[in-house]
């Protein structure tokens, strides 16, 4: 009884592990070839932005077989003022994927992001404005398979 109780208890945790979202710190340096990589729908990184020529990139590649919809949504996690954007949104592979910003608000921003097969997903972030850097406030940015509020 004991070792069906323990085989059930670590099925639930390898169950809750892989259906749990993937977070991290936002790695620094990091480039175009070298970008904070997205494993699956929302997974997130919290990023900081070190001075207005830092420019954060992260990557997810569609491996899911099929194309897919999600969303990609940033925020000023501390201070909003801030006003960190979406620099750039884009996808290579074979077939060109689409994008459309969704909202765009003082301190948070979403894009609608259509990613075909095996099409990988690019994108960039940085400051908005030189006189709105702060290198110790964060944000976080998601790829979210559903969309957040407006
Ligand atoms: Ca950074
Ligand atoms: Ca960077």
Redesign the pocket.
Known sequence: MRKIAMTLLVFVMIVAGSSSAFAAT?M????SSNPNIFYAPNDYFT?T??SYS????FRWTNDTGSAKTYWVYLYNLDDPSLDYWIYSVSASGSSPGSFSQYFDQMGRECWTVYVPANSVLNVEVRASDPSKVNPTSRYEIVLRSVPPAP
């Open positions: 936002a620094e340096p990091d480039s990023g932005i070190s830092d420019t954060d990139y």
